[in-house]
C-alpha cells in the first residue's frame, strides 16, 4: 500500500525554522518527482516547492525562494522541506505529493499520491 506521510508542522514564532518531513511507504521516493503544497485557510491549495525524479531540477514559489530548501534522503526514504525565516504568511496545512509518472517539475504534472497533510502555524 503505497502511502506519504507528512511530519514536522507546528507553531512556531515569525522568524523561526521548521523541518517538514515526506516519508513514504509502499514505494521508493528516490525515483520520483515530489511536490510540496500548503493550503492556507480560506485559501485555494498553493504549490510550494517541487523536486524533480533525479534531482536535477529544484522550483520554488516565489514567496519562498530564498527561505525554503528541498531535500531528499534515499536512506531514509524521505524528502524534507526546511523552512527558514518563517512568516506568518506561510501558515497552512503542508502536503507532500508524488508524481510516479514523470521525471520534471512542471505545470502539468498530475500528482498520483497525496499525504494527509500536516500543520504549520507562525505566530507575529
Known amino acids: 500500500q503505497v502511502q506519504l506521510v507528512e511530519s514536522g508542522g507546528r507553531l512556531v514564532q515569525a522568524g523561526g525554522s521548521l523541518r517538514l518531513s515526506c516519508a513514504a511507504s509502499?514505494?521508493?521516493?528516490?525515483?520520483?518527482?515530489i511536490g510540496w503544497f500548503r493550503q492556507a485557510p480560506g485559501k485555494e491549495r498553493e504549490g510550494v516547492s517541487c523536486?524533480?525524479?533525479?534531482?536535477?531540477?529544484?522550483n520554488f514559489a516565489d514567496s519562498v525562494k530564498g527561505r525554503f530548501t528541498i531535500s531528499r534522503d534515499s536512506a531514509q526514504n524521505t524528502v524534507y522541506l526546511q523552512m527558514n525565516s518563517l512568516k506568518p504568511e506561510d501558515t497552512g496545512v503542508y502536503y507532500c505529493?508524488?508524481?510516479?509518472?514523470?521525471?520534471?517539475?512542471?505545470?502539468?504534472?498530475?500528482?498520483?499520491?497525496w499525504g494527509q497533510g500536516t500543520q504549520v502555524t507562525v505566530s507575529s
Open positions: 509502499g514505494f521508493t521516493l528516490e525515483h520520483n518527482t
Open positions: 505529493a508524488a508524481d510516479v509518472d514523470t521525471i520534471l517539475c512542471y505545470s502539468g504534472n498530475a500528482w498520483d499520491y
Open positions: 523536486i524533480s525524479s533525479s534531482g536535477a531540477q529544484i
